[in-house]
């Protein structure tokens, strides 16, 4: 029920998928993997049987920053870093000059639950949700009956 939203994969001929093999070794972005590392953050989900807890690695960032919304059925964590920082000699000439910014960004597709319930905190840079389930409606299953 909690989970990322898989990608679909399409099917080709072989003619099609050599060509997409050429193309993606002489257009791949060699930085790749290290901006979707960089651009994304660790999460654990855990289920109960009353409630999904999640726990977000967001070290350095403060609550103001951190954005929670659920927009049936995707929960979305948004977390924005605006920092600088300038290391600079007794001359003001400045020797290194460092700046972050970035949006991180994680979407779970999670259906049946109290939203008006979900409660979050944040504590050693360490996000907590603990996200209610809906109580079971009770849904009947309905048996096909023998026409003979």
């Given at each position: ?24 070794t ?7 993997p ?21 726990e ?10 951190i ?82």
């Amino acid at each position: 029920m909690f989970e990322l939203m898989p990608f679909g994969k399409r099917r080709e001929d072989a003619f099609g998928q050599l060509m997409r093999t050429f193309q993606d070794t002489f257009n791949e972005d060699l930085f790749a993997p290290f901006k979707s590392s960089m651009m994304s953050f660790k999460t654990d989900v855990k289920e109960t049987e009353s409630a999904y807890l999640v726990e977000a690695e967001l070290p350095g960032f403060q609550k103001d920053y951190i954005e929670i919304s659920y927009e049936g059925p995707y929960l979305t964590i948004k977390a924005v870093r605006k920092e600088s920082s300038n290391v600079e000699d007794t001359d003001q000439h400045i020797v290194r000059k460092e700046r972050h910014y970035g949006e991180y960004v994680r979407k779970f597709h999670v259906q049946n639950i109290a939203e008006d319930q979900i409660t979050a905190s944040l504590k050693d840079g360490i996000l907590k949700l603990e996200i209610p389930k809906q109580p079971d409606t009770g849904k009947k299953r309905i048996q096909i009956r023998d026409d003979n």
